[in-house]
């Protein structure tokens, strides 16, 4: 079966940095595109950046200029490097992923999320 896995969350002080990351595994698949999104404790869930196979990107307006995603393709991976954090950044953020399996029909998966804490 395929599956989506997120990693690289924990605690950082307003300001810091963090790398997110999400692998996809399983048998006999490609990837249309990878995304992210983020759910903070009584709010709903809502887009962070998105990325096709061939490197196009999309963001929301209130991440530009201090989220960047990027991919590898060839470790079916996408990447969230989040810069200048706030403490309103506090949030589960959560990989998707737009998969094509065999008969060229498509899927999309959700991983598990990875929480995210800025401290003031």
């Known amino acids: 079966q395929v599956q989506v896995v997120e990693s690289g969350g924990g605690l950082v002080q307003a300001g810091g940095s963090l790398r997110l990351s999400c692998a996809a595994s399983g048998t006999l698949f490609s990837i249309n595109a990878m995304g992210w999104y983020r759910q903070a404790p009584g709010k709903q869930r809502e887009l962070v950046a998105t990325?096709?196979?061939?490197?196009?990107?999309n963001y929301a307006d209130s991440m530009k200029g201090r989220f960047t995603i990027s991919r590898d393709n060839a470790k079916n991976t996408v990447y969230l490097l989040m810069n200048s954090l706030k403490p309103e950044d506090t949030a589960v953020y959560y990989c998707?992923?737009?998969?094509?399996?065999?008969?060229?029909?498509?899927?999309?998966?959700w991983g598990q999320g990875t929480l995210v804490t800025v401290s003031s």
């Open positions: 990325i096709t196979s061939d490197g196009f990107t």
């Open positions: 998707n992923a737009d998969l094509v399996v065999p008969g060229n029909r498509y899927l999309e998966l």
